[in-house]
């Protein structure tokens, strides 16, 4: 099962809603080489929209870290938002929550709010 992905922009965030699961293989490829095109694109405030994420292995984990570094490398904030209770609890047990910090939420109006004001 490939990763859908679409992005959009509100309030000059770019929002880009995942759909299906970050696992090993393609679709971890797919979002590495899409946050990688929408940086490229001079995108400087990203928020991935987890609502939709049904499954994250280890792999998918190690991406989400990996882009989150590439977006800080290139000047920009990359945050997380509907992530779901089980995601999180991964999150939290990984300890990668840390990397994440405040940029984790299960509302995203509240991340693009606070990235849009330059937060």
């Not at 590495?32 to 292995?57: A, H, P, W």
């Not at 792999?59 to 779901?84: D, E, I, K, P, Y």
């Not at 693009?112 to 330059?118: F, I, P, T």
């Amino acid at each position: 099962m490939t990763l859908k992905m679409s992005n959009r922009e509100v309030d000059g965030v770019t929002v880009v809603a995942l759909d299906g699961r970050i696992v090993l293989g393609e679709e971890t490829n797919s979002l590495r080489e899409k946050v990688k095109g929408l940086l490229g694109e001079g995108k400087q405030k990203l928020v991935l929209d987890m609502s939709n994420v049904s499954l994250i292995d280890s792999a998918g984990l190690g991406t989400l870290v990996g882009v989150h570094q590439s977006a800080r490398t290139r000047g920009a904030s990359l945050s997380l938002c509907n992530v779901g209770s089980k995601i999180k609890e991964l999150l939290v047990m990984t300890r990668l929550i840390v990397i994440f910090g405040e940029g984790v939420s299960n509302n995203e109006a509240e991340v693009v709010r606070a990235l849009s004001k330059g937060a």
